[in-house]
T-cell receptor
Framework: DTEVTQTPKHLVMGMTNKKSLKCEQHMGHRAMYWYKQKAKKPPELMFVYSYEKLSINESVPSRFSPECPNSSLLNLHLHALQPEDSALYLC?????????????FGPGTRLTVT | DQQVKQNSPSLSVQEGRISILNCDYTNSMFDYFLWYKKYPAEGPTFLISISSIKDKNEDGRFTVFLNKSAKHLSLHIVPSQPGDSAVYFCAASEGPGNTGKLIFGQGTTLQVKP
């Protein structure tokens, strides 16, 4: 099983809403990632979790709050977002953060902020 | 400052011919390079990778070549098939510290015509 699942597939939220994106993998991977991808742009790293601990925060605004409840789950809590935060949010996982292990990506959550 | 560049936004080839996708980088500390394929509305799919200590890696129809002195890598697809039509991203992994951080190029849209 080399699958990373993400829910929901699509999300529309207002600027005052609170919502969460979920990501799950059952490959035994101990590194998990959140990326943001705008149209016709490459994925941009937001956060890295290694063994359930946050190891990288790429200066992401505090309205995005990641959480790793266990080794299989990764959440991204959203609050007071701006329209410019509309994007495809991708979750990925790898065995560890070592460069030699490729990252497997989920299908993404298409987020629209109105 | 873009550390990973894919200078060709698009490429069109005939079915059965060779597709060559190019990528340039500036950071000599990158230790792994990866190619991902992305269909619309899906997450990126890992294709092939190469360590910075090698100059070639082959997997079926896909071969990646690395020229460290030129800071250049290329992906060869032979023979190209219509199902290969997708956006291809080159990515580089920052070596020291095994952070898991991937830096993506802008992507090249490949169209394989029947």
């Amino acid at each position: 099983d080399t699958e990373v699942t993400q829910t929901p597939k699509h999300l529309v939220m207002g600027m005052t809403n609170k919502k969460s994106l979920k990501c799950e993998q059952h490959m035994g991977h101990r590194a998990m990632y959140w990326y943001k991808q705008k149209a016709k742009k490459p994925p941009e790293l937001m956060f890295v979790y290694s063994y359930e601990k946050l190891s990288i925060n790429e200066s992401v605004p505090s309205r995005f709050s990641p959480e790793c409840p266990n080794s299989s789950l990764l959440n991204l809590h959203l609050h007071a977002l701006q329209p410019e935060d509309s994007a495809l949010y991708l979750c990925a996982s790898s065995l560890t953060t070592s460069s030699s292990y490729e990252q497997y990506f989920g299908p993404g959550t298409r987020l629209t902020v109105t | 400052d873009q550390q990973v560049k894919q200078n060709s936004p698009s490429l069109s080839v005939q079915e059965g011919r060779i597709s060559i996708l190019n990528c340039d980088y500036t950071n000599s500390m990158f230790d792994y390079f990866l190619w991902y394929k992305k269909y619309p509305a899906e997450g990126p799919t890992f294709l092939i990778s190469i360590s910075s200590i090698k100059d070639k890696n082959e997997d079926g129809r896909f071969t990646v070549f690395l020229n460290k002195s030129a800071k250049h890598l290329s992906l060869h697809i032979v023979p190209s098939q219509p199902g290969d039509s997708a956006v291809y991203f080159c990515a580089a992994s920052e070596g020291p510290g095994n952070t898991g951080k991937l830096i993506f190029g802008q992507g090249t849209t490949l169209q394989v015509k029947p």
